[in-house]
């Protein structure tokens, strides 16, 4: 239709072409002007100012569309009212938050601003152990669901048949004969990639309650930006697993996508497992009309408090507030970071903040260590990453990409005192339009398997230099620069 119109009145109506021409410039001022004064990512606007340049009318029409967000309107009503009504489900212990600031006063700042966007407190006596790999996590899945007594919560972006899931599956049904509260929550995308549409009815057959987040519908809606790509699950309030692992076969690489498939989990047992069991309810609860968290969430008084070193932080981000959560304790262990800073992500999407803090850190003598995919699962991420390896490489920040296959881990690891393992990507789906779940850990034992894992990974790695990004195909380093002007939709 825009096509339509730029082409139209030059020739058919061109008595009044100047008048449109004018009345054109006039609003792409003002739309400019809008959106250098809005309070949008800069790199968003950046996106929007190509749109409504190229798309002048419909381009502004599609802008104000996602703004007003008639999709997620009700959603957010709901989720931030839930949150309101639950940020005082699980209360901070006054003197684990003091006994971590004796210790760290960065690290305790931190803990008040995680505390400040939602409840989750900073929690000791929680056993933390630390997988290298989807098939460690799984063979320990297995044998945690096989002892529950009360309840299973799973929240997981990607669920698909295969072994993986029929082996978890069949553990399942066995425990919700037995009269085991079992609760699956899985994003609205497996409907069209990897499950049958009726899939909660064949669970509820199970007598396992399903439910779809974010179903797919054939209408257009903002709210299908937003994706729960959380993976959680929590086992009687005793257990709880986190990480990059999803439930198919290609996470313990019985088959082999995009080569060696490389991810990372961590369970809790202990205190901290209350908050990964609020969040599941949070979400779980987005519709319901009432709502009782207490029963899953206070520990049984017959549960033994857990002996371990260290603090855990369970955690989550919503892109229905106004806080980027995941970027900002991100940034704030690269803002504190004194000897090393090394990460694990499937993509490299960065906002001009992230890189900013990036480069800044590595400048100020930290060593930054990126390891990133050697072999793609989706090529337009991969190419966009590249525009960003050489204003890295330039201030000091060390890039490897990891040969045998796919890197599927969100690793962040520092000083050898504290890290994060959880769901959240650097790319903008991640940091700006997804729900996620992350675990910050200090001081806790697993930190050195981190790091030991982390060093053994990047003996399988090529160092990407000057000369290899030279070197780059044509099509790829072009690829990457069309993208950028969309790369905060990606």
Request: charged content about 20%; aromatic content about 12%.
């Amino acid at each position: 239709m825009q096509a339509f119109i730029l082409f139209s009145i030059p020739y058919r109506f061109k008595e009044i072409f100047p008048y449109y021409s004018i009345v054109q410039s006039l609003f792409i001022v003002a739309m400019v002007l809008y959106l250098l004064n809005s309070d949008i990512d800069p790199t968003a606007k950046i996106t929007w100012l190509v749109i409504i340049m190229m798309l002048p009318a419909f381009g502004a029409l599609l802008f104000w569309y996602t703004q007003s967000d008639p999709g997620n309107r009700l959603a957010r009503k709901h989720l931030n009212n839930l949150f309101t009504l639950t940020q005082d489900t699980i209360p901070q212990d006054p003197q684990v938050a003091a006994s971590l600031a004796v210790q760290d006063k960065g690290a305790a700042s931190l803990a008040q601003y995680l505390r400040y966007t939602g409840c989750h407190p900073v929690f000791n006596q929680t056993e933390v152990t630390y997988f290298p790999s989807g098939k460690a996590k799984w063979k320990e899945m297995l044998i945690q669901l096989k002892q529950a007594k009360h309840f299973i919560f799973l929240e997981y972006f990607i669920i698909e048949e295969g072994l993986m899931w029929g082996s978890v599956l069949e553990i399942l049904a066995q425990k919700a004969k037995e009269g085991v509260d079992v609760r699956i929550m899985y994003d609205g995308t497996c409907e069209f990639s990897t499950l049958p549409h009726d899939y909660p009815e064949r669970l509820e057959k199970l007598g396992i309650k399903c439910k779809i987040f974010g179903r797919l519908t054939p209408f257009l809606s903002t709210r299908y930006n937003y994706r729960d790509h959380r993976k959680i699950l929590v086992i009687d309030g005793k257990v709880a697993f986190n990480g990059g692992v999803n439930l198919a076969d290609e996470y313990i690489n019985v088959i082999h996508k995009y080569g060696y498939w490389k991810d990372a989990a961590v369970m809790l047992h202990g205190a901290a497992v209350k908050s990964f069991t609020l969040m599941f309810l949070q979400l779980w609860s987005i519709h319901e009309k009432e709502w009782d968290f207490n029963e899953y969430v206070n520990v049984p008084a017959n549960i033994l408090p857990v002996s371990a070193a260290g603090f855990v932080i369970p955690f989550g981000d919503s892109p229905v507030d106004q806080n980027k959560v995941g970027e900002c304790v991100y940034m704030d262990i690269l803002n504190r970071a004194q000897r090393y800073v090394h990460i694990m992500s499937p993509y490299l999407i960065l906002d001009g903040e992230m890189e900013t803090m990036l480069k800044f850190a590595a400048e100020r003598g930290v060593d930054i260590t990126l390891i990133l995919p050697g072999i793609p699962d989706k090529k337009a991420p991969y190419a966009l990453a590249k525009t960003h390896y050489a204003p890295l490489l330039a201030s000091g920040v060390r890039i490897y990409e990891y040969t045998p296959g796919f890197v599927h881990a969100k690793v962040f690891v520092c000083d050898d005192r504290e890290a994060v393992v959880g769901t959240i990507n650097l790319d903008y789906r991640s940091l700006y339009h997804h729900f996620e779940c992350a675990t910050y850990l200090y001081g806790v034992d697993c930190i050195n398997d981190i790091e030991a894992d982390y060093q053994s990974v990047l003996k399988q790695c090529r160092a990407v230099t000057t000369e290899t990004i030279r070197q780059e195909k044509w099509t790829v380093k072009a690829s990457g620069i069309v993208l950028k002007a969309i790369a905060p939709l990606m």
